[in-house]
């Protein structure tokens, strides 16, 4: 029987594929290599993978699906994505246009992966509203302990691998940017095993869950912003991809776009967005941040047009800018706001441009960027952050990293005068000075710029304060505080710049649709979105997974559902996290045998561990790194089953310590202690968060006589 493996078996093989279709100069010559290396493939019995397991929660299936079973006969192409990730949103495109090239009839079936990064993600019906979110209409296994990932050695998001019709390793291809070669690839493989009869072109049993969804006036908002003088709220409704302006009273003045995706400028009746996100507007002005287009468009409705002030259709690579808007390529705005840079008010657009985690300028009229040169309008430019996914701040503007800044608000009044950054992927909220560019932290996160782990739900001061994917922020200038659509929380939140002090506002922490109406008895549902009215008394929340705009009225303390979003009801809350337990031991993991050491009844046994980390890496400090003590089948050994500790700091000998029971029940046994460790770390160079495990087996020789009161032994291992 083939042995199961995992992608560490494949890499070398492929890496020669990759080396022969650099070289290669004509698609029919890719083609050959491709399918010499398949051929080759095939006489190997070593690549079958795992199936998954059972008892996983699968969408968009009748059923579980198994790859010895309903995938059997067909080409799969698993997709690792977790739904926080620009990069995993980045590759759906691509999946849709494999789905439209090749059907299930014709043998391809693609799978997602669910494997999270927080939390909050783990939770099936957040996963599902993500499914639903990003139109993916296939089906998607949540493996919310990861453990597909862990058995084939997946070490980052995306990461795709095509299977064959055995469930045997093909290709694999890590992060985005790899259209051409996966439709190479899967071409090839289709062919292959088609010419070879190995193909079965029966139904896998595929139900959308979209399509059992009751019709609601709102789709996943993702942001609103409000026009106090003219007492209007602009609302992305993304999910329907398009625009909705409305008056104060929740009566529908305009709708452009939608229900189907599109990037259209012209006449209001024939625009087309693509799940547009952030919003601006002023007077009879709306500015949109239409993500999926990677555009930025304007709506003038006034003149009834929309028309696109920057981007060019396609997702972009430049970190720099500098041109005409309609020339320049940008990559996923997620959010926009007017502002005043070197000219008459309002003269720049600012852009938090999620896909390659910076801030940029569109200027609309000319001006000139903090200790930068003169822009004319229409420039489209990078502000401020290198490109790099890093929570880095920094003086100057072009060596601060933000991670996903997904979120902007505007305090230009002394002594604030910054642009407030809610970062999603760092879980931070920065501050961007208007007269200089320098990026600073405000609340979350924590001072390693490498560590993307430091979420949590803590209200505190600075950096001990901890968010969890924060969205949107929205300053008020009459009471000088900041609000944080805290989005993986399900909060909202304040903060006092002054103080930095970040504390809830409302919200429980569980994904809900409860109306208190009192705040600390509402439940929200991954809000994305937060404006404020009503001269600071008013917040507006875009309440994204239940399909609603909520009103938090700050006098009386009360939320209530702004009027377009009465019908709708969709809204599961979260199941309860279960207690803490070790995560699973890779198949990667290094094991290590230690000689028996002998110990006495009631002895304490010290075990001194020592880590060493790959040369230019560090210990992620708030990623979940952490060690358990097991004695399988001799669980009186220890207090409890399983006894765990976290792993914060690697530069001396971890000790761990259990007092051994005063009373031996098996004299004769030999027991032995297990150690499994697993350490998260970051490489500096690479901007990649690296997993890794070890394990030390520990047996016991144990003795009924007293002996000393502690016995020690050194554990060790490098990475």
């Not at 909050?120 to 209409?137: G, T």
């Amino acid at each position: 029987m083939a042995s199961q493996c995992s992608l560490s078996t494949l890499f070398p093989i492929q890496s020669q594929l990759d080396c022969d279709l650099e070289e290669a100069t004509t698609q029919q010559e890719k083609e050959n290599l491709v399918y010499q290396y398949l051929k080759k493939l095939d006489e190997r019995e070593d690549l079958k993978i795992p199936d998954f397991q059972t008892g996983l929660e699968w969408l968009n299936t009748e059923g579980p699906l198994s790859l010895n079973k309903e995938l059997a006969g067909k080409v799969v192409l698993l997709d690792f994505f977790t739904y926080c990730c620009i990069n995993c949103m980045h590759i759906l495109p691509d999946l849709h246009q494999l789905e439209k090239k090749h059907s299930v009839k014709d043998g391809l079936v693609i799978v997602g992966v669910h494997s999270a990064k927080f939390p909050n993600e783990k939770v099936v019906d957040n996963v599902r509203s993500a499914v639903l979110r990003y139109n993916i209409c296939h089906p998607v296994v949540n493996d919310s302990e990861a453990r597909l990932w862990h058995e084939l050695e997946v070490s980052c998001w995306p990461t795709l691998v095509l299977l064959g019709p055995h469930g045997n390793l093909l290709f694999s291809l890590v992060g985005e940017g790899h259209r051409d070669k996966l439709t190479l690839f899967t071409d090839a493989a289709l062919r292959y095993y088609g010419e070879q009869g190995l193909l079965k072109t029966h139904a896998v049993g595929i139900k959308l869950y979209r399509d059992s969804l009751p019709p609601s006036v709102l789709s996943f908002p993702g942001k609103v912003a409000i026009d106090n003088s003219k007492k209007r709220l602009a609302i992305a409704d993304t999910g329907h991809h398009r625009i909705l302006v409305v008056s104060l009273t929740g009566q529908l003045l305009h709708v452009i776009g939608g229900p189907e995706s599109g990037r259209q400028d012209g006449d209001l009746s024939e625009a087309s967005f693509n799940s547009p996100q952030g919003v601006a507007i002023k007077g009879d002005t709306v500015y949109v941040a239409d993500t999926e287009n990677h555009l930025i468009r304007k709506i003038d409705l006034l003149e009834g047009r929309v028309s696109t002030l920057a981007g060019v259709g396609t997702q972009g690579t430049d970190k720099d800018g500098g041109a005409t808007g309609p020339q320049q390529p940008i990559s996923s705005p997620w959010d926009v706001t007017l502002g005043t840079a070197g000219g008459v008010e309002d003269n720049v657009l600012w852009i938090a441009m999620a896909g390659t985690h910076q801030i940029w300028a569109l200027f609309l009229a000319d001006g000139k960027l903090p200790k930068g040169s003169e822009s004319k309008a229409g420039t489209c430019v990078r502000w401020a952050g290198s490109g790099n996914e890093e929570n880095r701040n920094n003086s100057y503007p072009h060596k601060a990293s933000f991670a996903q800044p997904s979120g902007l608000a505007l305090a230009p009044e002394e002594p604030w005068s910054c642009l407030y950054v809610a970062d999603s992927e760092s879980s931070t909220i920065r501050t961007l000075a208007l007269k200089d560019g320098a990026v600073k932290l405000l609340v979350g996160g924590e001072r390693d710029p490498m560590n993307l782990f430091a979420f949590g739900d803590v209200d505190g001061k600075g950096v001990d304060a901890k968010l969890q994917h924060p969205l949107d922020v929205a300053w008020a200038p009459e009471q000088s505080l900041l609000y944080v659509a805290d989005s993986y929380n399900h909060k909202i939140k304040v903060v006092d710049p002054k103080a930095k002090q970040c504390s809830t506002l409302a919200g429980t922490g569980e994904a809900g649709d409860t109306l208190g109406p009192e705040f600390n008895t509402s439940c929200f549902n991954e809000p994305g979105g937060i404006c404020i009215g009503d001269g600071g008394k008013l917040l507006f929340v875009a309440d994204t997974n239940n399909h609603q705009v909520k009103v938090l009225d700050l006098a009386s303390k009360t939320v209530s559902l702004f009027p377009i979003s009465m019908d709708c009801t969709d809204s599961v809350p979260s199941k309860p996290s279960g207690p803490a337990k070790a995560p699973m031991l890779p198949k990667s993991a290094a094991r290590k045998e230690m000689p028996p050491v002998a110990v006495s009844a009631g002895q304490t046994l010290i075990m001194l561990l020592t880590l060493s980390l790959p040369e230019g890496t560090k210990l992620t400090e708030e990623a979940p790194s952490c060690w358990a003590l097991s004695a399988e089948g001799n669980e009186w050994l220890l207090e409890s089953p399983v006894v765990t500790g976290d792993i914060v700091d690697v530069a001396k000998p971890i000790s761990i310590s259990t007092k051994l029971p005063a009373v031996i029940k098996d004299s004769n046994s030999n027991p032995i202690l297990t150690l499994g460790v697993w350490v998260y770390y970051c490489m500096e160079a690479g901007k990649a968060c690296m997993m890794k495990a070890a394990s030390f087996t520990q047996p016991l020789q144990i003795s009924a006589s007293s002996g000393e009161e502690a016995v020690t032994v050194a554990l060790a291992h490098a990475f």
